[in-house]
T-cell receptor, first 114, second 113 residues
Framework: ETGVTQTPRHLVMGMTNKKSLKCEQHLGHNAMYWYKQSAKKPLELMFVYNFKEQTENNSVPSRFSPECPNSSHLFLHLHTLQPEDSALYLC?????????????FGSGTQLSVL | AQSVTQPDIHITVSEGASLELRCNYSYGATPYLFWYVQSPGQGLQLLLKYFSGDTLVQGIKGFEAEFKRSQSSFNLRKPSVHWSDAAEYFCAVGPNTGNQFYFGTGTSLTVIP
């Protein structure tokens, strides 16, 4: 148990569906991240929020829309996805504040787009 | 450009044998270096990190890593592998400020009895 919880663990959706991934951390951290993990590729940083403000957006397509209502919760809203978006989506958190600390990861949501 | 290279996609070792996983990085400033482990169906867990000081760092589960600036390497080692060490291992580099971490493609470790 890392203190970072992601739901759902698995998600299958069609290309016309709208769904959301949820991440919650109980560590009192101020930074939260979305990463995409595809087979045989490095983890891709998608979004970073520091103190609820988005500080990184690594050229992610607009069909992925993040939301960070508070420092403990992070969402990734999905719509009109493509099959190549199938991957493991990992949420992580860190103490944040611009200093470099270790990341605490959730177990991920395995997404399949049909 | 910042990047991390893990040359070995997959490694198989016998239980009790020693292990070394390679990691090379390219980074424009003083790097902060990390090794993470991922078990099937799980997120990544930090094994160890290097920020400064002694270039040989100790981590959890009996792992250690050595930072060699001249070789731009941060190899992970364990003197005696256990079957429970079978997992995916990721090397990462990060800045001394900010949140941009760069990960390698990972090395999959199989442990045979």
């Amino acid at each position: 148990e890392t203190g970072v919880t992601q739901t759902p663990r698995h998600l299958v959706m069609g290309m016309t569906n709208k769904k959301s991934l949820k991440c919650e951390q109980h560590l009192g951290h101020n930074a939260m991240y979305w990463y995409k993990q595809s087979a045989k590729k490095p983890l891709e940083l998608m979004f970073v929020y520091n103190f609820k403000e988005q500080t990184e957006n690594n050229s992610v397509p607009s069909r992925f829309s993040p939301e960070c209502p508070n420092s403990s919760h992070l969402f990734l809203h999905l719509h009109t996805l493509q099959p190549e978006d199938s991957a493991l989506y990992l949420c992580a958190s860190s103490r944040g504040g611009g200093t470099n600390e270790k990341l605490f990861f959730g177990s991920g949501t395995q997404l399949s787009v049909l | 450009a910042q990047s991390v290279t893990q040359p070995d996609i997959h490694i198989t070792v016998s239980e009790g044998a020693s292990l070394e996983l390679r990691c090379n990085y390219s980074y424009g400033a003083t790097p902060y270096l990390f090794w993470y482990v991922q078990s099937p169906g799980q997120g990544l867990q930090l094994l160890l990190k290097y920020f400064s000081g002694d270039t040989l760092v100790q981590g959890i589960k009996g792992f250690e890593a050595e930072f060699k600036r001249s070789q731009s390497s941060f190899n992970l080692r364990k003197p005696s592998v256990h079957w429970s060490d079978a997992a995916e291992y990721f090397c990462a580099v990060g800045p001394n400020t900010g949140n941009q971490f760069y990960f390698g493609t990972g090395t999959s470790l199989t442990v045979i009895p």
